[in-house]
């Protein structure tokens, strides 16, 4: 479920935004999924901005490599019901929608794809850019990811 939840209010009126960090149950395919499924409880008072480790593979990307990876560590990473509960909801996958498939795990050791991501609400206009911070040598075995969205496509449709 969501680590952290704020709530920002808007220059036009009745209209909030809810931004959302989230890590997901790293071991259990269910309990993810049900966290997902929660998601749309925040999307009812208004769009939603949700990143964070979702632990699991996209919907739609394809399937990691899992070669001399042992199938019992991979297992639960390759179930994809988590970001299916996400796209019924009315999430869309900033990344995808964009086109940019890069994965942020897996450069260290593991599968790569994209587990690290970001789901919106809000139109598909307002999703302005999208990309993957990659250096040298990673600190750590995930890419931070950064979007921009353009929340003027917001407020035009809450007039």
């Known amino acids: 479920m969501p680590s952290t939840h704020i709530v920002v209010e808007t220059a036009w009126p009745g209209s909030s935004l809810h931004l ?9 395919p269910s309990i993810r999924q049900a ?15 949700a990143g964070g480790d979702w632990k699991a593979v996209p919907a739609t990307d394809p399937e990691p490599g899992v070669d ?21 909801a009315g999430f869309i996958d900033v990344a995808a929608h964009l086109g940019d498939l890069r994965p942020t795990v ?4 593991g599968p790569r794809y994209r587990r690290d991501r970001i789901y919106t609400t809000l139109p598909p206009e307002a999703i302005a850019s999208y990309q993957v911070v990659t250096e040298y040598e990673p600190a750590s075995p995930h890419r931070p990811i950064v979007a921009t969205f353009d929340l003027d496509a917001v407020k035009d449709r809450a007039k």
């Open 68 to 88: 001399h990876i042992d199938p019992m560590e991979v297992r639960h990473e390759l179930d994809r019901s988590a970001a299916y509960a996400l796209e019924e």
């Open 35 to 49: 966290e997902a499924e929660a998601f749309a409880l925040i999307a009812q008072d208004g769009p939603v901005i």
């Open 106 to 109: 897996g450069h260290v050791s």
């Open 20 to 28: 959302v960090s989230a890590d997901l149950a790293p071991s259990s």
